[in-house]
């Protein structure tokens, strides 16, 4: 018998944990944080204990209470015995935190099925942040194209456009149906195409079940929905105006938008202009460097792009600061 069982992402924003069952086949699709978790009990640094692993969150109803999918080491406080894993893998559709997350408390001998290029961001992440942590895991990386099999499902990993590269749609042929995952896609951003391309695809599948996001899925509302080239047109403008006044421009960004990054470079390189970031995003695009679908500047050569370093200690900028 094929199931789904939702954890997570039904009436909130992210948080998705969707478990996808196939006889004796148990596999999940994205493990991530909802963006208002635990509010009724948690704000700003008041959070779950961490040392406490799971305990708080179970006590307050935060995760589920599910035998043989927790790491042994975050169930050591709990009344939650630790057990072999009773699952086959975990799918991520891309690197945002109401998808990956919760991550960090699954059993680290579980497979988890990503895109390389979102190992290059969620490495890159725990590297810069000290709110990353996805833990050890198994993973295994795939582009469009490749499939993924786990006993009787056949896992077709598909690009789609989102505000975070490597984003990924599935369509799952289980041993009933064929079940379509879009993940987070978009049709305003400049990727299009890939999102297009997916649809297709799950179109020509004929899927029996469609799990689709709805966060933006309203008939009406006050909020614009820019395309990028329509953003680029903008921000050319503010450094056309700002260059008749001689002034500086600031500009701010989802810190893994890359294609809002790429806008403010754009507009900053064709003006004239020197483009100075955070060490973070520094280090971010250093280590896209090595995926050659994205073509991103290199912040080490291109002489576009400072890096701009807060003093510190000495107030010299002396290496030995950092």
Same mark, same amino acid.
């Given at each position: ?136 895991? *198994?993973?295994?990386?795939? /582009? &469009? ?5 786990? @006993?009787?499902?056949? +896992?077709?990993? #598909? =690009? ?96 893994? *938008?890359?294609?809002?990054? /790429? &806008? ?5 390189? @064709?003006?004239?202009? +020197?483009?100075? #970031? =955070? ?44």
């Amino acid at each position: 018998m094929v199931f789904l069982t939702f954890y997570g992402g039904v009436n909130e924003i992210g948080g998705n944990k969707i478990l996808l069952g196939d006889g004796d086949t148990r596999v999940w699709l994205d493990f991530g944080q909802s963006f208002d978790m635990g509010t009724e009990y948690f704000i700003n640094w008041l959070q779950p204990r961490r040392g406490n692993g799971l305990r708080d969150y179970f006590e307050f109803g935060l995760l589920p209470r599910i035998s043989g999918l927790y790491s042994e080491d975050v169930l050591g406080f709990t009344d939650l015995g630790y057990e072999e894993p009773r699952f086959q893998g975990v799918f991520l559709t891309h690197g945002h935190a109401d998808h990956v997350n919760h991550l960090c408390f699954v059993d680290p001998d579980i497979p988890v099925n990503l895109g390389k290029g979102t190992r290059f961001f969620m490495d890159s992440m725990e590297k810069t942040s000290p709110f990353a942590n996805y833990g050890r895991h *198994d993973y295994r990386g795939f /582009r &469009t194209g490749d499939v993924v099999r786990v @006993d009787d499902l056949e +896992v077709h990993p #598909i =690009h789609v456009d989102h505000s975070i590269p490597a984003a990924y749609g599935y369509i799952i042929h289980t041993s009933e149906n064929t079940i379509v995952y879009t993940g987070d896609m978009r049709v305003h951003g400049p990727r299009s195409d890939m999102t297009r391309e997916f649809l297709q695809a799950a179109h020509d599948a004929e899927p029996d079940v469609l799990i689709c996001e709805g966060t933006r899925m309203v008939r009406s509302g006050k909020r614009k929905h820019l395309s990028e080239e329509e953003v680029a047109a903008g921000v050319r403008d503010v450094c056309a105006e700002a260059d008749r006044d001689n002034k500086s421009v600031i500009f701010t960004q989802p810190s893994r *938008d890359m294609d809002r990054w /790429r &806008t403010f470079y754009e507009a900053a390189r @064709d003006n004239g202009r +020197v483009l100075v #970031i =955070h060490p973070k995003t520094a280090y971010l695009l250093d280590a896209l460097q090595e995926d050659e679908h994205l073509d991103l500047p290199d912040p080490m050569r291109d002489d576009f792009i400072r890096v701009y370093y807060k003093r510190k200690k000495s107030g010299q900028y002396d290496e030995r600061d950092y």
